[in-house]
């Protein structure tokens, strides 16, 4: 079984500072790791996701998420927030072997002027 | 020349009612899901199809039937419609599992929120 734990259910942060959202996941076996983000009454973006290779991935609009396989962790971090980051982020894994995609319950990103 | 596409957006009926949520996917991928996500934004998977096969099929109500014409579609229709059932339901689509390439994810649909009174 394939589970994924998100720590924080709201991180408030001021803008232009810097924020980790902290995911761990729980499986038996190798897995791929995803970031999605949902803005305000929209659906799910994919913003990084790990399949194998380097450990550190990144996105194109500044975060980056580290797998970390001792610690079964894969947070995601940006150094500076801007106001249109806030949204919802959800950390989900899937197992090798498994079609589907578990998410955690989601972490709501608040950026404060 | 959306990816995953999903009709309605939005959809409010009455308790007791009959309704389906249609969706397409233009990616070619062997793999259609739906995911409910309820008031409090927790993702859920509730049915999978491989090329029209069902492979996942989650405690869910059987007034919730998937129907899966061809490998880019995956219909849902809701009998009795319960206020319960009131959420967003998302589709998803992904590549088959056997060739993990660089380009593999899911791709959701914008979402059906369903509403009903």
């Known amino acids: 079984a394939q589970s994924v734990t998100q720590l924080d259910s709201q991180v408030p942060v001021f803008e232009e500072a810097p924020v980790e959202l902290r995911c761990n996941y729980s499986?038996?076996?190798?897995?791929?790791l995803f970031w999605y983000v949902q803005y305000p009454n929209q659906g799910l973006q994919l913003l990084l996701k790990?399949?194998?290779?380097?450990?550190l991935v990144e996105s194109i609009n500044g975060f980056e998420a580290e797998f970390n396989k001792s610690q079964t962790s894969f947070h995601l971090r940006k150094p500076s927030v801007h106001i249109s980051d806030t949204a919802e982020y959800f950390c989900?894994?899937?197992?090798?072997?498994?079609?589907?995609?578990?998410f955690g319950k989601g972490t709501k990103l608040s950026v404060i002027p | 020349d959306t990816a995953v596409s999903q009709t309605p957006k939005y959809l409010v009926t009455q308790m007791g009612n009959d309704k389906s949520i249609k969706c397409e996917q233009n990616?070619?991928?062997?793999?259609m899901y739906w995911y409910k996500q309820d008031s409090k934004k927790f993702l859920k998977i509730m049915f999978s199809?491989?090329?029209?096969?069902?492979?996942i099929n989650e405690t869910v109500p059987n007034r919730f039937s998937p129907k899966s014409p061809d490998k880019a579609h995956l219909n849902l229709h809701i009998n009795s419609l319960e206020l319960g059932d009131s959420a967003v339901y998302f589709c998803?689509?992904?590549?088959?599992?056997?060739?993990?390439?660089?380009?593999?994810?899911?791709?959701f649909g914008s979402g059906t929120r369903l509403t009903v009174v």
């Open positions: 199809y491989n090329n029209k096969e069902l492979i």
């Open positions: 790990y399949l194998s290779g380097s450990t």
């Open positions: 990616l070619g991928h062997d793999t």
């Open positions: 499986s038996s076996v190798s897995v791929y």
């Open positions: 989900a894994v899937s197992s090798l072997g498994s079609y589907q995609l578990t």
């Open positions: 998803a689509s992904s590549p088959r599992r056997r060739e993990i390439k660089a380009n593999y994810g899911y791709t």
